[in-house]
């Protein structure tokens, strides 16, 4: 069984930065594409930023650029540096990997 933790998450202006903390613990034998998803107020869930176990990294349109997604040195974490950051990038965060979801982080971008 695994669990997904997110962290990091606060209240920030246009502008700032942010770093979110994902970590996977529990029965875990090999590394796993692990993404961050982003959900804002009224609309659906989307996937902004990916890395796969070899390292490989994916982003959306609306954040490329702006937000990095890097592996920790410990297994199974992972990072969002978020710069730059718009009000539209408020949001719950949440993270994804072998199959489980975190419960999420707030992210809340003031004009």
């Known amino acids: 069984q695994v669990q997904v933790a997110e962290s990091g998450g606060d209240l920030v202006q246009a502008g700032g930065s942010l770093r979110l903390s994902c970590a996977a613990s529990g029965t875990i034998f090999s590394l796993d594409t692990m993404g961050w998803y982003r959900q804002p107020p009224g609309k659906p869930r989307e996937l902004i930023a990916a890395i796969t176990s070899s390292g490989r990294t994916n982003y959306a349109a609306s954040v490329k650029g702006r937000f990095t997604v890097s592996r920790g040195n410990a297994k199974n974490t992972v990072y969002l540096e978020m710069n730059g950051l718009k009000p539209e990038d408020t949001a719950v965060y949440y993270c994804?990997?072998?199959?489980?979801w975190g419960q999420g982080t707030q992210v809340t971008v003031s004009s």
């Open positions: 994804k990997a072998f199959d489980t």
